[in-house]
């Protein structure tokens, strides 16, 4: 369902971040993103999303090659594509429950339906005492919990977590993950992104490690 090949990406300086890359994922794996800060993790989660095209080579997703899908389509692809990143970017001017309910209200689903669904899921993140807070009165650990609940809460095909763990304690930590296997269990294909090399001894999942511009996998 993920294709790579022959993946070159730079930001214009003519350093290679990504060089000669090749990674091929089936539908409904589990894998974790590995390696060096500044070897490009959060850089190729950001092809995957398709928040930016490669420099050169050939990226398909969900069967589909990126380069043939219209702008118009784009949108409908994204809205698959579940994101946590690693800086959050939640939108300041919403409330908490604004934020994580927007996927459902992009994709169309009723209000009624949207909102014990997303209150359930905020509970369950530890933050109902929150949910008509704006995201600049929250610490960074609730901010990341935040962000989570609103990447799983439409259900996506793909989930790109980048260091989704990064600002939580080791107890949340071990609830976020319990997520994500549960939304794995159900047909969720799921990337995380870390250096957290604890986290990733704790778990018998796949690794992709980044090196070099290219993915050393180790299964
Ligand atoms: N928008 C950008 N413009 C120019 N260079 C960039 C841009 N984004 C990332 N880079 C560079 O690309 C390289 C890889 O960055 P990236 O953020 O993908 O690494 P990372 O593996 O996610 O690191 P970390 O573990 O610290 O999050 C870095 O050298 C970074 O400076
Ligand atoms: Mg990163």
Do not use: C
Not at 13 to 18: K, S, T, V
């Amino acid at each position: 369902m993920i294709k790579l090949s022959k993946i070159y990406l730079n930001y214009g300086n003519n350093a290679d971040i990504l060089k000669n890359l090749d990674l091929k994922l089936t539908s409904g794996s589990f894998h974790f993103l590995t390696g060096p800060s500044g070897s490009g993790k959060s850089s190729l989660l950001k092809l995957l999303f398709l928040g930016h095209v490669p420099t050169s080579g050939k990226l398909s997703i969900f069967g589909k090659d990126i380069s043939e899908i219209s702008k118009p389509d784009l949108p409908i692809l994204r809205r698959k594509i579940g994101v946590v990143f690693q800086d959050f970017r939640l939108l300041d001017h919403l409330t908490v429950i604004e934020n994580v309910a927007l996927p459902l209200q992009i994709a169309g689903a009723r209000n009624r339906d949207i909102k014990d669904h997303v209150n359930e899921l905020i509970t369950w993140v530890g933050l109902n005492d929150k949910i008509d807070a704006f995201p600049n009165t929250l610490s960074d650990g609730e901010k990341q919990r935040i962000a989570i609940a609103r990447a799983v809460i439409g259900r996506p095909s793909l989930l790109l977590a980048d260091e989704p763990t990064g600002s939580i304690d080791s107890n949340q930590g071990d609830k976020i993950m319990h997520l994500f296997e549960e939304l794995n269990k159900i047909g969720t294909t799921v990337i995380i992104a870390t250096h957290d090399n604890s986290l990733v001894s704790q778990f018998d999942y796949p690794k992709l490690n980044l090196v070099n511009g290219k993915i050393n996998r180790n299964e």
